[in-house]
Nanobody
Framework: QVQLVESGGELVQTGGSLRLSCAASGRTFSSYVMGWFRQAPGKEREFVAAITQSGGRTNYADSVKGRFTISRDNAKNTVYLRMNSLKAEDTAVYSC????????????????WGQGTQVTVSS
């Protein structure tokens, strides 16, 4: 069992920046691929970013590539999502997830999920 708790979501203006954090419980954090997903009202859940167990490889959705950066600190059992140049279409509930699958873009492949944190970008 893994517990994930996101934080850092808030209201920001277009062009602003935020850093989201996801704190994980347990001693096996470094064994999981970690991902960030987002979901806006009336929309399907969307893959945002993922990072491998040791942080050596990252993947991003085309919509955020070049603007968002995922990172992890295994000593702190924490994964981060740095978001720059925010747009109105980035408004969503952002959730972190833990899994072992190679299909990092598929939300159904993750085993554990946080409660989500709201990011709202003014337009």
């Amino acid at each position: 069992q893994v517990q994930l708790v996101e934080s850092g979501g808030e209201l920001v203006q277009t062009g602003g920046s935020l850093r989201l954090s996801c704190a994980a419980s347990g001693r096996t954090f470094s064994s999981y691929v970690m991902g960030w997903f987002r979901q806006a009202p009336g929309k399907e859940r969307e893959f945002v970013a993922a990072i491998t167990q040791s942080g050596g490889r990252t993947n991003y959705a085309d919509s955020v590539k070049g603007r968002f950066t995922i990172s992890r600190d295994n000593a702190k059992n924490t994964v981060y999502l740095r978001m720059n140049s925010l747009k109105a279409e980035d408004t969503a509930v952002y959730s972190c997830a833990a899994g072992t699958t190679v299909y990092y873009w598929n939300h159904a492949s993750y085993s554990y999920w946080g409660q989500g944190t709201q990011v709202t970008v003014s337009s």
